[in-house]
């Protein structure tokens, strides 16, 4: 995945964000951006009244500032869990357009042989699979959106890490 290098137009601060982000907020300003790139070119369109970002809780219940090294196990296992809901997504829109399509093909057979009521009951189920493939496929785009956001945050924090582990010569 590679990353792109901008700069915030409020407070001037490093943007790096993943490619695939339609959207970014500045970490020190929290102003938000709507990313648009033509033929190598990335400008960030400032989003006036634009609703903030889900912001990750990573402390646990008892209040404490949690380690980074804390945060990273959590951010890691809300990547795998996501991750599964949008494989379990297209699982699901796959079988759901299999299906589908053996509803339409039964209901072009019963045109075929002058059955009228079995084309229609199977057309039917057939734009309901077809209707029913495209919501899960909506829900998958905005699950793989949420997942860039906590792969993005992810990398932030095992940078952070990285930094702040003293280094051994």
Same mark, same amino acid.
């Not at 137009?9 to 695939?20: G, I, N, R, Y």
């Not at 209707?131 to 899960?136: D, V």
């Given at each position: 995945?590679?990353?792109?290098?901008h700069?915030?137009?409020?407070?001037?601060?490093?943007?790096?964000?993943?490619?695939?982000?339609?959207?970014?907020?500045?970490?020190?300003?929290?102003?938000?951006?709507l990313?648009?790139?033509?033929?190598?070119?990335?400008?960030?369109?400032?989003?006036?009244d634009?609703?903030?970002?889900?912001?990750?809780? %990573?402390?646990? !219940?008892?209040?404490?500032?949690? *380690? /980074?090294s804390?945060?990273?196990?959590?951010?890691? #296992?809300?990547?795998? =869990?996501?991750?599964?809901?949008?494989?379990?997504?297209?699982?699901?829109?796959?079988?759901?357009?299999?299906?589908?399509?053996?509803?339409?093909?039964?209901?072009?057979?019963?045109?075929?042989?002058?059955?009228?009521?079995?084309?229609?009951?199977?057309?039917?189920?057939?734009?309901?699979?077809?209707?029913?493939?495209?919501?899960? %496929?909506?829900? !998958?785009?905005?699950?793989?959106? *949420? /997942?860039?956001?906590?792969?993005?945050?992810?990398? #932030?924090?095992?940078? =952070?890490?990285?930094?702040?582990?003293?280094?051994?010569?």
């Amino acid at each position: 995945m590679s990353l792109i290098k901008h700069n915030c137009s409020h407070c001037d601060a490093d943007l790096e964000f993943p490619e695939q982000l339609s959207r970014v907020c500045c970490p020190q300003c929290h102003s938000q951006f709507l990313v648009e790139t033509y033929q190598d070119i990335v400008s960030l369109k400032w989003l006036k009244d634009a609703p903030s970002l889900p912001k990750m809780d %990573l402390s646990d !219940s008892s209040n404490r500032v949690l *380690s /980074l090294s804390e945060q990273l196990k959590i951010l890691d #296992q809300k990547i795998y =869990e996501i991750d599964r809901n949008v494989k379990q997504r297209r699982s699901s829109a796959s079988s759901s357009f299999l299906v589908a399509f053996m509803f339409f093909f039964f209901a072009f057979s019963g045109l075929l042989i002058n059955r009228i009521v079995i084309a229609v009951c199977c057309g039917t189920i057939s734009t309901a699979m077809i209707l029913l493939t495209g919501s899960t %496929l909506q829900e !998958s785009a905005r699950s793989r959106k *949420s /997942l860039a956001i906590l792969v993005y945050q992810r990398e #932030q924090l095992a940078r =952070e890490l990285s930094f702040s582990q003293p280094r051994m010569f």
